[in-house]
Nanobody
Framework: QVQLVESGGGLVQPGGSLRLSCAAS????????MAWYRQAPGKERELVAI???????NYADSVKGRFTISRDNAKNTVYLQMNSLKPEDTAVYYC?????WGQGTQVTVSS
């Protein structure tokens, strides 16, 4: 079974940046699409960004131009570079790969 471990969350001021990492380990037999989701209190979990096995990407409208998803297949790791952060970005961010979820990492944007 594949396990996902997120890291890089924390407290950042508006306009600041954070880089989230998600490392996959376990029985990995192929390159699969990976994604970042987020969930704020009282709201449904939403897709933030996805990157396919071929490297194509897609983003939620709310983060386009500010966030960048990337992957390092040799390290089985996906990243989310978050720039120009806003208070509205505050949420628990979850990594996803082929039906497997990470435990989540808290991102708080506040002065």
């Amino acid at each position: 079974q594949v396990q996902l471990v997120e890291s890089g969350g924390g407290l950042v001021q508006p306009g600041g940046s954070l880089r989230l990492s998600c490392a996959a380990s376990g029985r990995i037999f192929s390159i699969a699409a990976m994604a970042w989701y987020r969930q704020a209190p009282g709201k449904e979990r939403e897709l933030v960004a996805i990157i396919t096995s071929g490297g194509s990407t897609n983003y939620a409208d709310s983060v386009k131009g500010r966030f960048t998803i990337s992957r390092d297949n040799a390290k089985n790791t996906v990243y989310l570079q978050m720039n120009s952060l806003k208070p509205e970005d505050t949420a628990v961010y979850y990594c996803w790969r082929s039906s497997i979820w990470g435990q989540g990492t808290q991102v708080t944007v506040s002065s």
